[in-house]
C-alpha cells in the first residue's frame, strides 16, 4: 500500500443486500479507479466474507478482512443497541475511522444508530453545535445539484443550528461541488421575510444584515421550487424538513422512471420516439436514479460517516465508495475551522437568539 492510497471502512453487513452488494461495489470501485486507488478494511464476518473474496480477486488484493462477531439489523433501536456494539460491524468500522486506520466509513446499515455511534465516537468538531447528514440532490440543468442538510438528524432545530449548516454546507458545496462562493439559502414557506417560524425570520433577519460578511451568498427564503429550478446551491433546514425534502425528490425520481416505462410500451409511435431520445432518457436517468447520489454524509464530526441506501445495490455502493474517496482527499475540516473562526461575531450574536428562547 503507497502512502497516497487512501483507507476506507467498510461496515460489510450493513444494509438490504450485504455483504453481495457491499463486495461488487468494492469491485465495481476498483476497476473503473484503479487498483492503487483505495484500501479497504472490511468489517463482518470472516469466514463469509472470505469465501466471497474468491469471486471478487481485485477486492481481495485490496482489502483487510476483521471479523465482527454481530450485526446491528435495521429494526434495532438506539437505546437498546449502543452500550453493547462494540462487536459490532458498524460500530468496529466507525471506531477504525476514530483510531485513525482509515479515513472514512461507509455503512448501508441502521440510520439511527449508525448516527448516534458515529457522533459518540467521533465527536462533533469544535464551533460546530450539531452534526448533519447531508448529500447532494439533482438540480436545474445539466448536471448541476444542490447540497442539501440537515436531512434528518436533528428534528427540532434553533437558529444557531441552523447557521452552523450554513457553514457545514457552503464549504462542502465548494470543496466537493466545486461551486465558488455558492448560494445559500433557508428552506420556507414562502420567499417573504415575514413567512415561517419566528425562529427562522430571526435567523434570516441577521444573515441579511450581515450578508456581507458572509462567505457565501446568502439569498434569503427559497421555496421547494428553487431547488428543481436551480435558484440555491445549499438549502439549509431542519432535519425533519430536510428528509421529506430527500424522500420527495427520490420519489419524483422513481414516478418519471415508471411514466416514461409505462408509455414507452404503450405504441410504436413512443418505441420510435424513445430510440431517436435514449441519450436524452439515458442522461435523465442518471440525473435522477438515487443511486447517482446514493452517499450521504454526517457532516460536523471529528471524521467522515457516510451512510448509503439501506436497498443499496453494487451500482450505489461503489458511488458511496468513491464519495468517501473524494471526502477523505479534502481538507474539509480545516476548512470548517477556519470558517467559524471568521464568523464567530456572527455566530455569538445568533446564539443570543438561541439561548433567550
Not at 188 to 194: K, L, S, V, W
Not at 244 to 256: D, P, R, S
Not at 307 to 322: F, R
Amino acid at each position: 500500500m503507497t502512502e497516497t492510497k487512501r483507507v476506507i471502512s467498510v461496515d460489510a453487513m450493513g444494509g438490504d443486500h450485504a455483504p453481495i452488494a457491499v463486495m461488487g461495489g468494492m469491485n465495481q470501485f476498483l476497476y473503473q479507479y484503479g487498483e492503487d486507488s483505495v484500501f479497504f478494511r472490511v468489517f463482518g464476518k470472516e469466514s463469509v466474507l472470505r469465501s466471497m473474496l474468491k469471486k471478487f480477486p481485485r477486492v481481495a488484493r485490496n482489502c483487510e478482512i476483521i471479523n465482527a462477531d454481530n450485526v446491528i439489523s435495521s429494526t434495532d433501536k438506539v437505546r437498546d443497541v449502543i452500550r453493547h456494539a462494540q462487536d459490532t460491524s458498524m460500530y468496529m468500522a466507525i471506531m477504525d475511522v476514530r483510531n485513525g486506520n482509515s479515513s472514512a466509513v461507509v455503512s448501508a446499515g441502521n440510520t439511527g444508530v449508525l448516527m448516534a455511534l458515529s457522533k459518540l465516537a467521533l465527536k462533533t468538531v469544535d464551533g460546530i453545535s450539531r452534526p448533519a447528514i447531508t448529500t447532494m440532490l439533482p438540480s436545474g440543468n445539466g448536471d448541476s445539484r444542490v447540497v442539501g442538510l440537515d436531512l434528518g438528524a436533528n428534528v427540532q432545530c434553533d437558529e444557531e443550528i441552523l447557521f452552523d449548516f450554513s457553514i457545514l454546507g457552503s464549504v462542502y458545496a465548494e470543496i466537493i461541488g466545486g461551486m465558488k462562493r455558492p448560494k445559500v439559502g433557508i428552506l420556507n414557506i414562502g420567499e417573504e421575510e415575514t413567512k415561517g417560524s419566528e425562529t427562522l425570520q430571526r435567523l434570516n433577519k441577521v444573515l441579511s444584515e450581515h450578508s456581507k460578511e458572509l462567505p457565501y451568498e446568502y439569498i434569503g427564503f427559497v421555496e421547494g421550487t428553487d431547488i428543481s429550478a436551480g435558484n440555491v446551491q445549499v438549502v439549509v433546514t431542519d432535519g425533519f424538513t430536510g428528509n421529506v425534502m430527500l424522500k420527495t425528490v427520490e420519489g419524483t425520481a422513481k414516478l418519471i422512471s415508471r411514466v416514461v416505462k409505462a408509455n414507452y410500451k404503450k405504441s410504436l409511435l413512443a418505441i420510435l420516439g424513445t430510440f431517436f431520445l435514449i441519450h436524452l432518457f439515458k442522461r435523465l436517468k442518471n440525473k435522477i436514479d438515487p443511486r447517482s447520489y446514493a452517499g450521504a454524509v454526517f457532516l460536523g464530526l471529528n471524521g467522515f460517516s457516510i451512510k448509503t441506501h439501506g436497498n443499496s445495490d453494487a451500482l450505489a455502493w461503489s458511488h458511496a465508495l468513491e464519495y468517501a474517496a473524494n471526502l477523505s482527499k479534502s481538507d474539509f475540516y480545516g476548512k470548517i475551522r477556519e470558517r467559524t473562526n471568521a464568523l464567530s461575531k456572527i455566530k455569538k450574536e445568533i446564539k443570543k437568539l438561541s439561548d433567550k428562547e
